[in-house]
């Protein structure tokens, strides 16, 4: 059973609020990512972190920004949100470095609506 | 880059009927991974392979890696209503750099006839 949160599940905001989207993980899991999903469509990497202060880009790029302070915490931003920022943003995790565990588990993910 | 085919992208099942879809890669992976998400959730890791030739089974799911280590495949048996949702394939060819990230297949939809 994974335990991977993610905060709110839904969000509703106007065309250029700040915005941070949260993701926690239980599992004591090194490597953390951002995928961002359209209904029903593919899944696309925006971001990855190894642990604690790494942060990496995705193969889709992004104008959301992430950090990593905390094993268990990987935040991602959005400074100025616009409308074609609406999407679905979903937080993965898995341990590092092992090969049969190196298996991803995610979150519920956040509805993200700009108008 | 890489990619993946993953076919078919929908399909309509009865009840108790079997299920079956593939994915097909580009170049060869060490680890290959099931998910399925229902709507508004995020994927649920089915199954989980790591060695060419590989069968394993997860109740009524049962996965095979691929023995050229390009493919993979999923079999539902006596599929249920709420078997419906979108499946996904996943795989990566390395451990470390980006080779350790997962490349998404583009989801196979599960509906019920009506």
């Known amino acids: 059973e994974a335990d991977i949160y993610q905060t709110p599940r839904y969000l509703v905001i106007g065309t250029g609020k700040k915005i941070t989207l949260e993701c926690s993980q239980t599992?004591?899991?090194?490597?953390m990512y951002w995928y961002q999903q359209d209904p029903g469509m593919e899944l696309h990497l925006i971001h990855y972190?190894?642990?604690?202060?790494?942060?990496e880009k995705g193969d889709l790029s992004s104008e959301s920004t992430v950090s990593r302070i905390r094993t268990e915490h990987f935040p991602l931003t959005l400074e100025s949100a616009r409308p074609s920022h609406t999407s679905q943003y979903l937080c993965?995790?898995?341990?590092?470095?092992?090969?049969?565990?190196?298996?991803?588990?995610f979150g519920p993910g956040t509805r993200l609506t700009v108008l | 880059g890489q990619q993946l085919n993953q076919s078919p992208q929908s399909m309509f099942i009865q009840e108790g009927e079997d299920v079956s879809m593939n994915c097909t890669s580009s170049?060869?992976?060490?680890?290959w991974l099931w998910y399925k998400q229902d709507p508004g959730e995020g994927p649920v890791l089915l199954i989980a392979?790591?060695?060419?030739?590989e069968l394993t089974s997860n109740g009524r799911l049962t996965a095979q890696f691929g023995i050229t280590r390009k493919d993979s495949f999923l079999n539902i048996s006596a599929s249920i209503p709420s078997d419906v949702g979108i499946y996904f394939c996943?795989?990566?060819?390395?451990?470390?750099?980006?080779?350790?990230?997962?490349?998404f297949g583009k989801g196979t939809k599960l509906s019920v006839k009506p």
């Open positions: 993965a995790s898995s341990e590092f470095g092992r090969k049969r565990t190196d298996t991803q588990y």
């Open positions: 599992m004591g899991h090194d490597k």
């Open positions: 972190s190894y642990g604690v202060n790494s942060t």
């Open positions: 170049s060869i992976f060490n680890t």
């Open positions: 392979l790591y060695k060419a030739g």
């Open positions: 996943a795989g990566k060819s390395g451990y470390g750099g980006s080779q350790g990230n997962l490349i």
